[in-house]
């Protein structure tokens, strides 16, 4: 049996166990933005219709959650300005804080995977050394180093966050536009051959003028809307035809809409079990316990009665929920306050206050945690692999709470892996053109898509090991050995002129403070011991006084005529080339560790996340083979 029988066997066995435990339950992928990796999520919806024909498939933008802020005072230098928003890497310097997630995309191999400066210690790499010497300065060689390869991130200048459904796509238009510029255009220029390149191009100034032509005749419609509606358009390329009625679209200010109507809905039921009485203490201490250890601050922080729920008003914002006997309280931008006739123990009860002061069209939401819980009730969470850094917490936060007899009722996830880089493959031979790091890891500039998928893991076995072995060396000479090794020539006559730097120094310099150092290690010798006698005999003190002192001038003569020799202009000029020497070989290790480090961490997270308009780049057949060997797996959430 070919591989991917056995992956669509395996997958078919997994969607037949959910049929068991969750039999009535939709799917829903969620995620901020179409340019990513949700709507690689498509891939089940083969083995869905064989397996489950009628259970909905829906994709969701998730458009409650904040719009990207940079934490900073000051924007990089080579920051794109568009209006209030700004186009930037990511990087452990001057983007340290940045936080992206609607407004974010990725060319052909590129992801937002940073080489730390920690990463960098960790693999004896001496960083301020090599920026010390650099003459662009210290904050600009860090940022270049640790930047974040084929990344770029849309942030907004606006001091106050805006939640993604309020961002105006008319607003954002032109830096938009940019970004698609960086992901779409950046990857088609990385197609070697000119007629892979023409057709990328084309489809690419294709969904750029589409953007363009929403934002113009639709002058009132947000980010979010723009996403919902070019969704299906995205899918249904995916897909190569018309999508099922099964699948089908939404978005979280839809799906989480609060008043008295939809207050009943199982969705809802996790909020229910924070407000009742019986329970609320409980819920609060296991939400709190899953946050120990992480940056997410605790209810206490928010203020008294805070829940791990906020609510988003229109017009005023978004804001976490103050619930007290005696008031109601909103922390958005402006608190909002409603003083209570008696106290809220009940969902229905909150929706009741929210709409008699609100209206029926505020969305109530999970924060980092409860978000899961509170949609798992009623939907099938589809993740991919390494999706969602808060699921470890959210699961343990359920864990307590059972254990601590709070009744939970959660479906399962469904968690899908994708072989990416290995179906490649499949897709007609298009010749790459590598980035520098990968194409230094291959050993080539420009290599085939279907030898690439071949030998990418070996590629990733080979750079892992390069760095432990690279990690330990701290030997300037045993640094300038491994380069001599991997990158021939060059290093071998730069390791040959710092043996013979250093053994001219030895010949002459060398051999000097060598002598000045035994002398002064000899007199150093004398005086200790003719110390030590004055401690055992005080009365000798006159006796021994003047040679102390004697002494005490021979050294200090000595030391001024070691530093004379180690200063003189030939020995100055010897050590200032092997200084040199041994920076450039620190630089060119950080940049093995930098293309190394990019290479096995970003294969494997674009293997597990792809970007699904790569396929539409460059081969949908890539695609399909995707979904043919797709697997999948359930997890418990309780």
């Known amino acids: 049996m070919k591989t991917h029988e056995n992956c669509r066997a395996q997958f078919i066995n997994v969607l037949e166990e ?81 936080w992206s997630a609607a407004g974010e995309i990725a060319q052909l191999f590129g992801s937002e995977t940073v080489p730390t400066l920690k990463m960098f210690a960790q693999s004896g790499g001496n960083v301020e050394r090599v920026a010390r010497s650099c003459g662009e300065g210290r904050q600009a060689f860090v940022d270049t180093l640790t930047e974040a390869w084929g990344w770029r991130g849309l942030v907004s200048r606006d001091p106050a966050p805006r939640p993604v459904y309020e961002v105006s796509l008319r607003e954002i238009a032109s830096a938009l536009d940019a970004l698609l510029e960086f992901g779409l255009d950046g990857t088609s220029a990385l197609l070697d051959d000119a007629e892979s390149r023409a057709r990328a191009c084309d489809w690419a100034w294709r969904i750029r003028q589409r953007v363009q032509q929403i934002a113009e005749s639709q002058p009132d419609a947000s980010l979010a809307d723009l996403y919902v509606q070019l969704y299906p358009e995205l899918l249904s390329a995916l897909y190569g035809s018309a999508l099922p009625e099964i699948v089908r ?73 103050l619930l007290t006997n005696r008031y109601l309280c909103v922390l958005t931008r402006d608190p909002q306050i409603v003083r209570l006739s008696e106290p809220i123990t009940d969902v229905l009860g909150l929706a009741q206050v929210v709409e008699s002061h609100w209206g029926n069209t505020c969305t109530l939401v999970g924060k980092a945690l409860t978000l899961i819980t509170m949609l798992a009730r009623e939907f099938v969470f589809v993740f991919n692999e390494r999706g969602s850094p808060y699921l470890m917490r959210t699961v343990q936060m359920n864990q307590n709470l059972c254990a601590a007899g709070v009744p939970l009722r959660v479906n399962p996830l469904l968690r899908l892996s994708y072989p990416t880089w290995d179906a490649l493959e499949a897709a007609e031979c298009v010749s790459l053109r590598l980035p520098e790091h990968l194409a230094c890891s291959f050993g080539e500039p420009i290599v085939c898509s279907d030898a ?18 690279i990690s330990p060396i701290r030997s300037p000479r045993a640094l300038m050995q491994l380069l001599a090794e991997r990158e021939g020539a060059e290093w071998e006559t730069r390791l040959q002129e710092y043996e013979s730097l250093h053994a001219r120094l030895t010949e002459t310099v060398g051999y000097w403070a060598e002598l000045l150092r035994q002398q002064t290690h000899a007199l150093h010798t004398e005086r200790r011991a003719l110390i030590a006698e004055l401690q055992k005999n005080p009365k000798r003190f006159n006796e021994l006084a003047p040679r102390l002192r004697e002494l005490k001038a021979r050294i200090k003569r000595l030391n001024a005529e070691r530093l004379r020799v180690a200063n003189a202009p030939e020995a100055k000029g010897l050590h200032a080339r092997a200084d040199e020497l041994e920076c450039q070989a620190e630089r060119a290790r950080l940049m093995l560790v930098r293309y190394a480090f990019l290479t096995t961490e970003g294969l494997l997270q674009t293997h597990a996340r792809p970007a699904a ?19 999948a797996q359930i997890e418990s959430l309780s």
Request: net charge neutral.
């Open 613 to 631: 308009w790569w396929m539409l780049l460059l081969s949908r057949r890539w695609f399909d083979a995707c979904a043919e060997g797709t697997r």
């Open 452 to 469: 690439f998928a071949k030998h990418w893991r070996q590629v990733v076995d080979g750079q892992r090991r390069l760095r432990e072995q």
């Open 249 to 321: 679209f939404t978005r979280t200010t839809e799906l989480l809409r609060f008043n008295t109507r939809t207050a009943h809905l199982p969705r809802f039921e996790f909020v229910n079990t924070f407000l009742n009485p019986d329970y609320r203490r409980t819920c609060e201490d296991a939400y709190n316990a899953a946050l120990e250890g992480s940056p997410i601050y605790p209810l206490s922080e928010f203020g008294e009665g805070a829940l791990p729920f906020d609510l988003l008003v229109p017009g005023l914002g978004r804001g976490t929920l």
């Open 18 to 98: 959910l049929k068991r435990t969750a039999p009535d339950a939709p799917l829903l992928a969620l995620g901020q933005t179409i340019f990513w990796d949700e709507p690689m999520k498509l891939a089940l919806l083969g083995a869905l219709r064989e397996v489950d024909p009628n259970r909905s498939l829906l994709f969701g933008v998730h458009d409650t959650d904040y719009f990207a802020r940079l934490h900073a005072r000051l924007l990089p230098r080579d920051a794109l300005v568009f209006d209030g928003y700004a186009l930037l890497p990511h990087n452990d310097g001057t983007t340290r804080t940045l």
